[in-house]
């Protein structure tokens, strides 16, 4: 499994999802909808599986001495990594700009969202979304991508907005906190972090089970 993850990171993977974990920087952009850098990283991801199926990387990797389910878990173990590398960078910049620049121009007044564990948790519930819809919908053929990433920009699209509405609604002012962590925002994380592991670990099961199907 290891060396089939190396080939992952060093063979299949295009160059642009590696490039795309920049996008994580949006964390730090004033006034912006910063949750949109979450989506860019996912579109990152979804470079390497174009050029996969352009290269018929499947078929070769198959022809390997190893399980078919060993496939499917090397793939998925490439897309948990970019993700967690993109949420690191995220929460590190969290951080800084919660502890440091919260009550700063012009960080003060901001009417979207703002970089905080709610956001967080935004973060996860989209790659949650990547992982249990574009993931387990490639590998129901191992061939086809547009459907799955087009339902997964939709859903991504809604999530954006719900997170953009929620914390103008009164009683969930304290989503948008500038520098302070409040209990609604915990909840948003837990959530997020839930789902993530939820959704991907179901698609993860269901994506074996599919790909052991499909006659290569």
Partial sequence: MKKLFYKELKLTANPLSYW????????????????????????????????LREYDDITYTVMLPVKKQDVVTAKYL??????????????LLTIIRMKFLGNTAPYDINPLMSANAAYLGYVMIV??????????????TAYKIGKPFVIFCIVSF????????????????????LSNVSTAQIVVFVIGVVLFMLCTWLSYKKSIKNFEEIDL
């Fill in 20 to 51: 795309f974990i920049i996008f994580s920087a949006m964390t730090m952009i004033p006034r912006y909808p910063i949750l949109v850098g979450s989506f860019f990283i996912c579109l990152g991801i979804f470079y390497t599986y174009q050029q």
């Fill in 127 to 140: 790659f949650a979304a990547f992982n249990s819809i574009f993931l387990a919908g490639f590998f129901k």
């Fill in 158 to 177: 809604i999530v954006v907005v719900m997170g953009e509405i929620l914390h103008h609604i009164p009683t969930l002012k304290s989503l948008n906190e």
């Fill in 78 to 91: 490439f897309v948990l990594f970019i993700e967690l590398m993109a949420f690191i960078l995220c929460t």
